[in-house]
């Protein structure tokens, strides 16, 4: 196995003086909105679903309310804090500063006014309707979608060059990651933000839209959420990455399939059959990465096994690993046609969203953001006993929030499967005087009552999460505590 770069192998102590403000910048506001767009999910929860419209008015009903959701946890919190985490360890594992620190100003500059203006101004009726590719083109005279994408040209720029003027030959796979993630952004972003409406109208412009939807998480948030497991739970654990043999395979795997699969969400769709069938085998050959992200993350920390109950940052990213073997089990049987003519269009793919998007990727960027902050701010976490309850609390609130909406969304399915069935008129009219589709989303009611709840507990702890992180920023540790032994690798 040819010997590669391993963040664990940098020295602590290094001549070379990084700028972490970029990092800050990113981070801290993303962390507010994380909160912002959890607040508004769970509003969503009790107001759309539990006690509909309790709160009623044009702009707080459920159309207007979920696209703000979406661009707070999408775009305002994982995108930006992937990209903040970009900032601090691609430097790191380069041996250089960033690039240009300036640029990193100057694409901050029209990274949130871009994003924050056009996120909070769908309610008003600037988004068009494409799911996660609802940000405005203009909000007044300010070109929303232009200068996100000049942001992330800088980023991108940013990145690249630091990349290109390191001083460690050998990369390591974190940094290939970053690189296929700035290429694959790009692209995916080109598309669902553009190119979509020079599609003509009708099917193929549904297929561009989920080619969009799928590799929003397959091409931007998968290698940037495996980039930071990559990094930091060698970090965390201290112990070289098991195998790169298999990282690189991963990396190469999602290169290859992760592109072709967005069409298994239009199984039985007006769509070509060759296509549904090609999507269906991309999907079910997506064992192939995920195994490998697998294994070698239980590989890497087994030898250090005691680092997962002694740090709340290691656990985060090792349930996130589970989480990801779970929605990449789910994504490709979900696929096949017999069981998708069940599970599509149910609340089984908003709960098969939330565990990519939040149960895996949020959970990494969580751990990373807990080695960052230490290291940025030079003070010790202010809190582990807080780190330990987010954690908890987290894991504690997801179970009934995903599982609600997993067997809720197989039973609603199975309940359109048959409510209109019959080989005669006499049968099928009976059947819909039987249980009508009314009946079939009320009998929901209960799925989504624990989905509101383990949505509120999951509010709490990344409150308890930013409490944590804020007071580590701004408060002057009186005696340094003793820290559990992720908490004291403060190194960069």
């Given at each position: 196995m040819?010997?590669m770069?391993?963040?664990?192998?940098?020295?602590?102590?290094?001549?070379?003086?990084?700028?972490?403000?970029?990092?800050?910048?990113m981070?801290?506001?993303?962390?507010?909105?994380?909160?912002?767009?959890?607040?508004?999910g769970?509003?969503?929860?009790?107001?759309?679903?539990?006690?509909?419209?309790y709160?009623?008015?044009?702009?707080?009903?459920f159309?207007?309310?979920?696209?703000?959701?979406?661009?707070?946890?999408?775009l305002?919190?994982?995108?930006?804090?992937n990209?903040?985490?970009?900032?601090?360890?691609?430097?790191?594992?380069?041996?250089?500063?960033?690039?240009?620190?300036?640029?990193?100003?100057v694409s901050?500059?029209?990274?949130?006014p871009?994003?924050?203006?056009?996120?909070y101004?769908?309610?008003?009726?600037?988004?068009?309707?494409?799911?996660?590719?609802?940000?405005?083109?203009?909000?007044?005279?300010l070109?929303?979608?232009?200068f996100?994408?000049?942001?992330?040209?800088?980023?991108?720029?940013?990145?690249?060059?630091?990349?290109?003027?390191?001083?460690?030959?050998?990369?390591?796979?974190?940094?290939?990651y970053?690189?296929?993630?700035?290429?694959?952004?790009?692209?995916?972003?080109?598309?669902?933000?553009f190119?979509?409406?020079?599609?003509?109208?009708?099917?193929?412009?549904?297929?561009?839209?989920?080619?969009?939807?799928?590799?929003?998480?397959g091409l931007?948030?998968?290698?940037?959420g495996?980039?930071q497991?990559?990094?930091?739970?060698?970090?965390?654990?201290?112990?070289?990455?098991?195998?790169?043999r298999?990282?690189?395979?991963g990396?190469?795997?999602?290169?290859?399939?992760?592109?072709?699969?967005?069409?298994?969400?239009?199984?039985?769709?007006?769509?070509?059959?060759?296509?549904?069938?090609t999507?269906?085998?991309?999907?079910?050959?997506?064992?192939i990465?995920?195994?490998?992200?697998?294994?070698?993350?239980?590989?890497?920390?087994k030898?250090?096994?005691?680092?997962?109950?002694q740090?709340?940052?290691?656990?985060?990213?090792?349930?996130?690993?589970?989480?990801?073997?779970?929605?990449?089990?789910?994504?490709?049987?979900?696929?096949l046609?017999n069981?998708?003519e069940?599970?599509?269009?149910?609340d089984?793919?908003i709960?098969?969203?939330?565990?990519?998007?939040?149960?895996?990727?949020?959970?990494?960027?969580?751990?990373?953001?807990?080695?960052?902050?230490?290291?940025i701010t030079?003070?010790?976490?202010w809190?582990?006993?807080?780190?330990n309850?987010?954690?908890?609390?987290?894991?504690?609130?997801?179970?009934?929030?995903?599982?609600s909406?997993?067997?809720?969304g197989?039973?609603?399915?199975?309940?359109?499967?048959?409510?209109?069935?019959?080989?005669?008129?006499?049968?099928?009219?009976?059947?819909?005087?039987?249980?009508?589709?009314?009946?079939t989303?009320?009998?929901?009611?209960?799925?989504?009552?624990?989905?509101?709840?383990g949505g509120?507990i999951?509010?709490?702890?990344?409150?308890?999460?930013?409490?944590?992180?804020?007071?580590?920023?701004?408060?002057?540790?009186v005696?340094?505590?003793?820290?559990?032994?992720?908490?004291?690798?403060?190194?960069?």
């Amino acid at each position: 196995m040819v010997k590669m770069l391993n963040p664990t192998d940098i020295p602590v102590k290094q001549a070379v003086k990084y700028d972490d403000t970029p990092v800050k910048i990113m981070l801290y506001p993303a962390i507010i909105f994380m909160i912002l767009g959890m607040t508004v999910g769970v509003f969503i929860a009790f107001n759309g679903f539990v006690y509909p419209d309790y709160f009623s008015g044009e702009y707080v009903h459920f159309g207007k309310i979920r696209p703000i959701h979406v661009g707070n946890v999408t775009l305002l919190w994982l995108l930006s804090a992937n990209i903040g985490l970009f900032y601090y360890f691609v430097p790191r594992l380069c041996g250089v500063p960033l690039w240009s620190s300036r640029l990193a100003y100057v694409s901050a500059s029209f990274w949130w006014p871009s994003l924050i203006i056009g996120t909070y101004s769908m309610p008003w009726g600037t988004n068009f309707g494409w799911e996660y590719a609802e940000l405005p083109m203009w909000v007044g005279w300010l070109p929303a979608k232009f200068f996100f994408t000049a942001a992330f040209i800088m980023v991108a720029v940013n990145l690249y060059a630091t990349i290109a003027t390191r001083i460690y030959e050998k990369m390591y796979v974190s940094l290939w990651y970053t690189m296929g993630t700035m290429i694959w952004t790009s692209f995916t972003v080109l598309v669902g933000f553009f190119a979509i409406n020079w599609v003509p109208e009708g099917i193929s412009r549904v297929n561009v839209s989920f080619f969009y939807i799928h590799n929003l998480v397959g091409l931007i948030f998968t290698p940037m959420g495996l980039a930071q497991a990559y990094y930091f739970l060698p970090k965390l654990a201290n112990t070289p990455i098991y195998s790169h043999r298999l990282s690189m395979i991963g990396f190469w795997s999602i290169a290859f399939v992760y592109a072709w699969i967005g069409a298994h969400h239009i199984i039985h769709g007006p769509v070509s059959q060759w296509l549904q069938t090609t999507s269906i085998v991309f999907s079910i050959w997506l064992f192939i990465p995920v195994w490998t992200v697998v294994t070698n993350l239980f590989a890497t920390v087994k030898p250090h096994w005691s680092s997962f109950t002694q740090s709340a940052p290691v656990r985060f990213i090792m349930m996130g690993n589970i989480f990801y073997l779970l929605t990449c089990i789910q994504g490709p049987l979900m696929a096949l046609r017999n069981v998708n003519e069940i599970t599509s269009k149910t609340d089984w793919i908003i709960g098969h969203s939330h565990i990519s998007l939040y149960g895996t990727f949020t959970f990494f960027a969580i751990a990373g953001i807990y080695q960052v902050i230490p290291v940025i701010t030079k003070k010790p976490l202010w809190s582990t006993a807080l780190a330990n309850w987010h954690f908890s609390l987290n894991l504690l609130g997801s179970i009934p929030f995903l599982l609600s909406l997993w067997i809720g969304g197989f039973w609603q399915g199975m309940e359109w499967a048959t409510w209109a069935d019959g080989n005669t008129y006499a049968e099928f009219h009976h059947q819909l005087t039987r249980l009508s589709f009314v009946d079939t989303i009320a009998s929901m009611h209960p799925f989504w009552v624990w989905r509101a709840i383990g949505g509120c507990i999951v509010l709490f702890a990344n409150v308890l999460f930013a409490i944590n992180i804020f007071n580590t920023i701004v408060l002057i540790p009186v005696v340094k505590p003793t820290l559990s032994p992720a908490f004291s690798k403060v190194q960069p």
